[in-house]
């Protein structure tokens, strides 16, 4: 019998309850929250769907690994193993571990980077964006041009678009210190990067004498896209693959609160001896000690624990099925979203399904607000409150206006995924009466985070 239900690969363990609220509830949880969502209290949220960073459920044998943590400041136990994993996977020679994937962005970039440099990407992160802005230098986003429409089917969606990276780097390679490439690519949609692109920016990068580093956050789920993608893959593992992938390139910043499997931890790796110990003195100047980087010992068997999990078949099977199911139902009611569905999270076109309010009426915050009033589910806008304001105070609209459902590893079942699409559709069939917003108040940088809003009449 070949059964067609795919089953979550764990039974469970240990259970958090979650509170449910009124919509009245939640319509004043909101307005005290000055309607952003990221100021709301976590406990007034039913389904989170925020972010997968940070927000997944640890194994058994990670809690396990844990008690075993080795807490000696310097040589601790757990950092070789944290090591040695890391190594196993990635084939680099020096591992610092970072409290977090900025941290990690923060160390390389600001010792690697002077004014007017560049730093091209499929698409850089938000805060790897502004970590290089913040040495006054410039992130590129080079993704192709199918990435850039949502409803475009196309099997990697991440990749590079290599002829403009050519040419930037014959017009501007001066300025050009290392090249990066995001997997997946999370601000275009969680779209996968091919080997073969990936294989290709290795080649231009090579003829300038650029590093190429990735930001390897969710490495894991690009191996199994490139794996059930990819010509001439499907045979392999996805830790070969991954293992591939990281052959390409010369260095990572890594979060390991998305495929490491941990709630706090992340790590820099490279081959070149110079830059890593610039970044391990600064490491030590705010980090901590180059064998724990801001990271307990129990954080670091964490990490090394997860990232040998998060390789297995199964689990890949079922978290990118998981998500595509998640989006099979949203598509199936109408709701214009990302194609094909990311590997973290489903994608929104927020402003394909609001065309009666102008990006700079923020649609995206627009969904986001109705979602949690009528379900008491948070997501996040990715548009143009993140993207779309620049470094000379100036405003545009961000590439796309979406709402990000990001799905946390291991935490919700089949069954709190069909209500958050009852929910999303609940949203869908009222968005004509859904209004944008104002900004009230915002920080330069990063304002999605703490911006206030007011609804417009
Ligand atoms: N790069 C990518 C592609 C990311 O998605 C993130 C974080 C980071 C870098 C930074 O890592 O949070 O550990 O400092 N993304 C989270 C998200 C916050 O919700 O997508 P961090």
Known sequence: MNFHTIIEPFRIKSVEAVKFTTRDERERALKVARYNVFL?????????????????A??????????????TYAGSRSFYRFQSVIQDLTGFKHIIPTHQGRAAERILFHTVLKPWDIVPSNTHFDTTRANIEVEDAEAVDLVIPEGKVPSLIHPFKGNVDVARLEKLLKEKGDHVPLVMVTVTNNSGGGQPVSLTNLKAVREVCHRYGKPLFLDACRFAENAWFIKTREEGQSHRTPKEIAQEMFSLADGCTMSAKKD?????????????????????????LT???????????????????????????????YRIRSTAYFAEK???GGVPIIQPP?????YI??????????????????????????????????????????????ETPGAMDLVRLAIPRRVYTQSHIDYAAEGVLEVFRSREKLRGYRITKAPKVLRHFTAEFEPLG
């Not at 809690?63 to 080795?70: E, F, L, V």
């Not at 990490?303 to 998060?310: K, M, N, P, S, T």
């Not at 309010?357 to 806008?381: F, H, K, M, S, T």
Request: aromatic share 8%; proline share 4%.
């Open 40 to 56: 709301l209290r976590g406990e007034d949220v039913l389904i989170d769907l925020l972010t997968d960073s940070g927000t997944g």
């Open 349 to 394: 076109d927020a402003r394909a399904m609001l065309p009666h309010v102008p990006p700079l009426q923020y649609p995206g915050i627009a969904v986001v607000n109705q979602l949690y009033v009528e379900a008491g589910i948070r997501g996040v806008e990715i548009g143009t409150v993140m993207f779309g304001m620049h470094p000379d105070g100036t």
């Open 342 to 346: 990311g590997g973290h999270a489903v």
């Open 287 to 317: 980090e901590g000690f180059t064998t724990y980087g801001g990271l307990a010992g129990y954080d670091l068997e964490a990490v090394a624990q997860g990232l040998v999990e998060v390789v297995e078949e199964s689990y890949l099977h």
């Open 260 to 284: 490491g499997l941990a709630n706090i931890g992340g790590f820099l790796a490279m081959n070149d001896d110079t830059w890593a110990q610039n970044a391990r003195n600064l490491l030590i």
């Open 330 to 332: 949203l598509i199936s």
């Open 58 to 71: 640890m194994s058994a044998a990670q809690w396990g690994a844990m008690m075993q943590g080795d807490e």
